[in-house]
């Protein structure tokens, strides 16, 4: 299974997160638009992601819904026909929500800085710090909080678990 460190944060001024990000950036942006449909499942979350009609991928990870930066552990497949594989999915596990967002990546080294807007809830910040198998969850927290700083976000913009959490509260 893959891992790597995650953070996400609610930001109020994405140009400005945007403009850091261009001058930190390697490569990039690149924009994307996901339609992520979760299903219930009884070990932590199970996706389906669909970039477009013959473009899919169906992602299991475990994640702690803590603030900060945190070890999430995934594995990713993917599939010719989301649509099918969704209507496949539903009727086993059943639906338990939607999330839709337009996303702009950028890199920073191993580094993935998603600045996302997300339907109904709006602009946020999503730092994925691939892991090696020799990096511990340590290093890729420093490299995390290292970037936070550098984007200027701060720890009171910090959200615990994934956008679906804050659709389904309402917030």
Same mark, same amino acid.
């Given at each position: 299974?893959?891992?790597?460190?995650?953070?996400?944060?609610?930001?109020?001024?994405?140009?400005?997160?945007?403009?850091?990000?261009?001058?930190?950036?390697?490569?990039?942006?690149?924009?994307?638009?996901?339609?992520?449909?979760?299903?219930?499942?009884?070990?932590?979350?199970?996706?389906?992601? +669909? $970039? *477009?009609?013959? !473009?899919?991928?169906?992602?299991?990870? %475990?994640?702690?819904?803590? &603030?900060?930066?945190?070890?999430?552990?995934?594995?990713?497949?993917?599939?010719?026909?989301?649509?099918?594989?969704?209507?496949?999915?539903?009727?086993?596990?059943?639906?338990?929500?939607?999330?839709?967002?337009?996303?702009?990546?950028?890199?920073?080294?191993?580094?993935?800085?998603?600045?996302?807007?997300?339907?109904?809830?709006?602009?946020?910040?999503?730092?994925?710090? +691939? $892991? *090696?198998?020799? !990096?511990?969850?340590?290093?890729?927290? %420093?490299?995390?909080?290292? &970037?936070?700083?550098?984007?200027?976000?701060?720890?009171?913009?910090?959200?615990?678990?994934?956008?679906?959490?804050?659709?389904?509260?309402?917030?």
């Amino acid at each position: 299974m893959a891992r790597n460190v995650e953070v996400k944060a609610r930001v109020s001024d994405l140009a400005m997160v945007e403009a850091r990000a261009r001058s930190l950036a390697d490569q990039g942006p690149f924009d994307l638009t996901q339609d992520d449909t979760f299903f219930a499942c009884p070990r932590g979350r199970l996706k389906l992601r +669909e $970039l *477009s009609p013959e !473009q899919g991928e169906l992602i299991s990870y %475990v994640r702690p819904d803590v &603030l900060g930066p945190k070890i999430s552990e995934f594995f990713i497949s993917a599939t010719p026909s989301p649509q099918a594989m969704r209507e496949t999915l539903g009727r086993a596990l059943g639906i338990i929500g939607r999330v839709r967002k337009r996303r702009r990546v950028y890199l920073v080294e191993h580094t993935r800085i998603h600045l996302d807007h997300v339907e109904g809830l709006g602009a946020f910040l999503e730092l994925e710090v +691939e $892991l *090696s198998e020799s !990096q511990t969850a340590a290093d890729g927290e %420093v490299v995390a909080l290292r &970037l936070l700083s550098a984007l200027g976000v701060s720890e009171a913009d910090l959200i615990r678990g994934a956008y679906l959490d804050l659709l389904r509260e309402g917030r």
